[in-house]
């Protein structure tokens, strides 16, 4: 079975732009996250979604925002882009999005932006 | 106070020692706890979960929780150089899974 995949790999940007990521989880699985990881430190929880619902939200802006789809893929849209919001961006997929599932990591979107 | 704390190595061992990773978290009410591998420039893979107090044994890896201590450990036995990574202990808070990670400790193993 394939794993999680996300698109596009690397992205490059500039400030005030806008990008959309995209994810596709492990077939069967209904729950995505997103994360946010800065270089030296651990992920940071920014959405999750089960269902086509937001089960939760981290402290993130309001520039962020997401959905996810029928398919149960999903697109994390990130507006008015600063310096600071490169990163690399992971989706983890899990079955049912409960605290004892595992979630599992995709590839990861690197963004950069200039 | 960091909600996952980490100290962030680089831990080095010799080949075929036990190393031995410790994270500490803040929230009594934290009740799934994980260990991730991350290496350079890829994503983090799950090595273990625990989610009682005691040890739980896979392959070369032993988990460790104390919920009274709100200490979780990881110990790798017969290190390799291919263990030569950062391991992210992440905790489960409340509804959902948000996975709350520390900063990483980045272990090399030598040859």
């Known amino acids: 079975d394939a794993g999680v995949t996300q698109s596009p790999t690397h992205l490059i940007k500039t400030r005030g732009q806008h990008v959309t990521l995209r994810c596709s989880p492990i077939s069967g699985h209904k729950s995505v996250s997103w994360y946010q990881q800065v270089l030296g430190q651990g992920p940071q929880f920014i959405f999750q979604?089960?269902?086509?619902?937001?089960?939760g939200r981290g402290n993130f802006p309001d520039r962020f925002s997401a959905r996810q789809f029928p398919n149960y893929s999903s697109e994390l849209n990130v507006n008015a882009l600063l310096l600071g919001d490169s990163a690399l961006y992971l989706c983890?997929?899990?079955?049912?999005?409960?605290?004892?599932?595992?979630?599992?990591f995709g590839p990861g979107t690197r963004l950069t932006v200039l | 106070q960091k909600e996952v704390e980490q100290n962030s190595g680089p831990l080095s061992v010799p080949e075929g020692a036990i190393a031995s990773l410790n994270c500490t978290y803040s929230d009594r009410g934290s009740q799934s706890f994980f260990w991730y591998r991350q290496y350079s420039g890829k994503s983090p893979e799950l090595i273990m979960s625990?989610?009682?107090?005691g040890d739980k044994e896979d392959g070369r890896f032993t988990a460790q929780l104390n919920k009274a201590s709100q200490y979780v450990s990881l110990l790798i036995r017969d290190s390799q150089p291919s263990d030569s990574a950062t391991y992210l202990c992440?905790?489960?808070?409340?509804?959902?899974?948000?996975?709350?990670f520390g900063t990483g400790t980045q272990l090399k193993v030598e040859l």
């Open positions: 983890a997929s899990s079955l049912l999005g409960t605290h004892t599932d595992t979630q599992y």
């Open positions: 979604y089960y269902e086509k619902e937001e089960r």
């Open positions: 992440a905790v489960i808070t409340g509804g959902g899974n948000k996975l709350t």
């Open positions: 625990i989610y009682s107090n």
